[in-house]
């Protein structure tokens, strides 16, 4: 019984642990292997009937002249394509130099 009211811990921990933010690079191609886009996500990621909702924070689109777009407060949005590939990844080096 002495240790009940420590039982919160139990549960606390292990979701303390995991508070840290995850990113993930999530890379459209076409069936040639082509660069479509490449997605950075900030947090989770769920499968949706369309394709994959994801937090982003920074997109940058395929040929033929690259354009990358950044979101520092994130942007609510769903990634479709057959060729979806995805992979953790570091924060943005630009995310901290907003500060």
Excluded: F, S
Excluded at 21 to 34: A, D, K, M, S
């Amino acid at each position: 019984m002495k240790l009940l009211p420590h039982a919160w811990l139990l549960i606390a921990l292990p979701l303390l642990a995991g508070c840290q933010t995850q990113y993930t690079r999530l890379r459209i191609t076409n069936p040639r292997g082509e660069l479509i886009a490449d997605w950075v996500a900030r947090g989770p990621i769920w499968h949706v009937e369309d394709g994959l909702r994801i937090t982003a924070v920074e997109r940058t689109e395929g040929r033929p002249y690259p354009l990358t777009a950044r979101y520092p407060d994130g942007w609510p949005t769903v990634v479709v394509g057959k060729n979806i590939h995805r992979w953790p990844c570091a924060k943005p080096a630009w995310l901290d130099d907003d500060k």
